[in-house]
């Protein structure tokens, strides 16, 4: 139960840090967000690290895991941004939040055996979510908020990024604490450094922006930290699903604040979404 309420608490926490980071995205370019909020993000992650202690310090498996966690989470952080930049929030998270939660099922399934029934019917479900916010298409009533297949399929890889997440970080030795959480967060700083020169891109956002990506830094931290807590003290299959709730809180913010409108078979589409994310965080 404990587990289950504190991947809930992370999951409330990263629909607002994603709704702050999606706002940042349609002000600044997404790598240059991602990097201004997990700069921001870091000297918090790294006093919670040291307020909460460790059972033992970090092998050298440990953080070959954490950090390969780092680099699929930052990817997934730059395409969710990117895809809320242009699309509708009320869209995009849902359809992410889908993929996300799929992908610690079957590889539970794989690993572990068959997780039960439910979560089994969740991940069907889900693919005819996505499926029918796909069909969707054209512009909603907000014509600034774009949803295209292109789109779906963007916010679903994004999702399927933050799922490898969560099961690279399941790979490491939970008397850890938090410190895996640290060596993702400076995998995700130097590979966005690189992808800065890479692209040529710079590496700071608007004046418009900045309140927006520095709160998302902030969020997306401390629920990351509730996210590990809740794993170590969990399962996979229970907890990456529950976590993966998020878009409630973000699809709240996006229709409340950006007065965000969807279609018939999206709005059918999303319940589905919504259902199967039920059914995913009643695993066990």
């Known amino acids: 139960m404990i587990p289950a309420l504190l991947a809930g608490c992370s999951a409330l926490v990263f629909g607002v840090a994603d709704y702050c980071g999606g706002s940042a995205g349609k002000r600044a370019p997404a790598v240059a967000v991602s990097f201004v909020a997990k700069l921001c993000g870091f000297p918090l992650l790294l006093v919670l690290a040291l307020l909460l202690g460790a059972g033992h310090g970090l092998s050298v498996r440990d953080v070959g895991w954490s950090a390969l966690a780092g680099l699929a989470g930052v990817g997934a952080v730059v395409l969710f941004y990117r895809a809320m930049s242009v699309g509708a929030m009320a869209v995009v998270a849902p359809v992410a939040a889908a993929a996300s939660a799929v992908l610690p099922v079957v590889v539970g399934l794989v690993v572990d055996g068959s997780p039960g029934a439910l979560p089994l019917a969740g991940v069907g479900v889900a693919i005819v979510a996505i499926a029918l916010v796909s069909a969707g298409g054209g512009r909603p009533a907000d014509t600034s908020a774009i949803v295209t297949p292109a789109l779906v399929g963007l916010a679903a890889v994004s999702g ?34 690189g992808a800065s020169l890479v692209g040529r891109e710079r590496l700071t956002v608007a004046r418009a922006a900045l309140p927006f990506a520095v709160a998302a830094g902030a969020f997306d931290t401390i629920a990351n930290v509730l996210y590990v807590v809740a794993n170590n003290a969990g399962q996979l299959a229970i907890v990456a699903p529950v976590a993966s709730l998020y878009p409630a809180s973000t699809v709240v913010l996006a229709l409340v604040l950006d007065h965000e409108k969807v279609r018939g078979w999206q709005l059918l589409g999303l319940g589905l979404a919504g259902t199967a994310l039920a059914l995913l965080a009643a695993t066990g």
């Open 160 to 193: 399927l990024g933050f799922g490898l997440f969560f099961v690279l970080l399941d790979r490491v030795d939970a008397g850890a604490g938090q410190w895996p959480l640290v060596v993702a967060h400076a995998a995700a700083l130097v590979a966005l450094l």
